[in-house]
């Protein structure tokens, strides 16, 4: 999810000397994405994940099956 590719940039941003700017502008953005996510969650019913860098929902009643 975008917020997860966020976190992983601002934790790698947070071990560079002089980057803390940057490190708190990223947990910004990360926490304004993961409320995205769980709005887009709510409204549809669905959890969005990434595929091939675009945004998909898989249908409830597929979720379940193999």
């Known amino acids: 999810m975008l917020s ?3 976190r ?3 934790e ?8 803390v700017g940057e490190a708190l502008m990223l ?4 926490i304004e994405a993961r409320n995205m996510e769980e709005r887009l969650q ?19 009643a597929e979720a379940g099956q193999p």
Do not use: A, Y
């Open 4 to 6: 997860d590719s966020i």
């Open 8 to 10: 992983v940039m601002r």
């Open 12 to 19: 790698s941003k947070e071990k560079e000397p002089g980057k």
């Open 27 to 30: 947990r910004g953005f990360e």
């Open 42 to 60: 709510s409204l549809t019913g669905r959890p969005h994940v990434p595929l091939d860098g675009n945004l998909v929902s898989q249908p409830d």
